[in-house]
């Protein structure tokens, strides 16, 4: 006889348990339902901070077109018919860019071909868009990067780059010096030397001339310096920066 009274009570909890069972239930699913929103909201946040950055990024690609921006195999045969023209010496001084301002890769879009003079000192990568070293005033860029006093240069009429150790030299006294009928000379405490001669009386330091791609690869913590292509902030050129060299 007690049997059945036992069957009837565990009926009777089982009916009672569903409701908790299916309000906890709701719960848990209400609880899922929250946390993928949550997670949805903050991945449309971050893809929106990507975008917001990558509006604001100064891009250079419309005015670095591969065909004058990139490694050239022709360029010599344009250099030596350059040089037959400009046989006479123009002297001068310009003391070149002594307070360079350097972007994080996040803040400049370069195209991958573009071509880069880069250095690391102690550990620290720093590249120098070669684009931004074109004209005269840009030639020579005076840098201090952990501790050592750096003067990097470019001549685009030769095709020449060189990385020199100032030491304890003020940057006032190494200056672009014009050309000498073959090279750019700098102009180094009022003496002129051909930047690629080896009686520049400055130590030389270890670069490398690559592509940005290239370089940002190897090293992904590297800053780089824009020099002449930095107007582009303020006032677009309606055209590419660097002519095609005939």
């Known amino acids: 006889m007690m049997e059945p009274e036992n069957d009837e009570s565990a009926k009777h909890t089982i009916s009672k348990a569903k409701p908790l069972h299916t309000a906890m239930a709701a719960l848990l699913a209400a609880g899922a339902l929250v946390l993928l929103i949550y997670t949805a909201l903050n991945i449309a946040t971050d893809e929106t901070k990507v975008a917001n950055t990558n509006d604001k990024a100064l891009d250079l690609r419309p005015f670095l077109s591969e065909e004058d921006a990139a490694p050239d195999p022709k360029r010599s045969d344009r250099l030596v018919a350059f040089r037959k023209k400009m046989t006479n010496a123009i002297p001068l001084d310009i003391p070149g860019v002594t307070n360079p301002r350097f972007y994080d890769p996040k803040e400049v879009i370069i195209p991958d071909y573009a071509e880069v003079m880069g250095v690391i000192i102690k550990g620290v ?30 001549c685009d009429l030769s095709d020449c780059v060189r990385a020199y150790d100032r030491g304890s030299m003020p940057s006032a006294q190494v200056r672009m010096g014009g ?3 073959n090279e750019m000379t700098l102009l180094i405490d009022q003496t002129r030397y051909t930047f690629s001669g080896t009686n520049v009386p400055l130590p030389n330091i270890p670069f490398q001339r690559t592509t940005w791609g290239a370089w940002l690869k190897d090293n992904p913590g590297t800053k780089v310096f824009i020099g002449d292509l930095e107007r582009l902030n303020n006032n677009p050129p309606s055209k590419r920066i660097m002519p095609v060299q005939k």
């Open 125 to 154: 990568p720093r590249a120098y868009l070669l684009a931004g070293m074109y004209s005269g005033e840009s030639h020579v860029v005076h840098d201090t990067l952990e501790g050592s006093n750096l003067t990097l240069t470019y």
């Open 179 to 181: 050309w000498d009928g």
